[in-house]
């Protein structure tokens, strides 16, 4: 909230303007709320692509180990 203060003399007048600075400080804490928070999420999206990245490479390890083993099965069967 702002306080005016206002002090009339003959040939001056002073205007003293004094505001808490609450709203300052709550704009830098919502500030660096978004901030954190856009953080983590880019964080978790990251684990996610990595996440997703082993398991295709796992299963493409898997497609190919088996592909060997049918191409053995089939070369003693005949």
Same mark, same amino acid.
């Given at each position: 909230?702002?306080?005016?203060?206002?002090?009339?003399?003959?040939?001056?007048?002073?205007?003293?303007?004094?505001?808490?600075?609450?709203? *300052?400080?709550?704009?830098?804490?919502?500030?660096? #709320?978004? /901030?954190? !928070?856009?953080?983590?999420?880019?964080?978790?999206?990251?684990?996610?692509?990595?996440?997703?990245?082993?398991?295709?490479?796992?299963?493409?390890? *898997?497609?190919?180990?088996?592909?060997?083993?049918? #191409?053995? /099965?089939? !070369?003693?069967?005949?």
């Amino acid at each position: 909230m702002t306080d005016d203060r206002v002090t009339q003399t003959p040939h001056t007048t002073i205007i003293e303007r004094r505001g808490g600075g609450g709203g *300052v400080l709550i704009g830098i804490a919502v500030l660096l #709320a978004v /901030i954190v !928070g856009a953080y983590f999420l880019l964080i978790r999206n990251d684990s996610e692509v990595a996440k997703n990245n082993a398991i295709t490479s796992a299963a493409k390890s *898997v497609e190919s180990t088996s592909d060997k083993a049918g #191409a053995a /099965i089939s !070369g003693d069967s005949k």
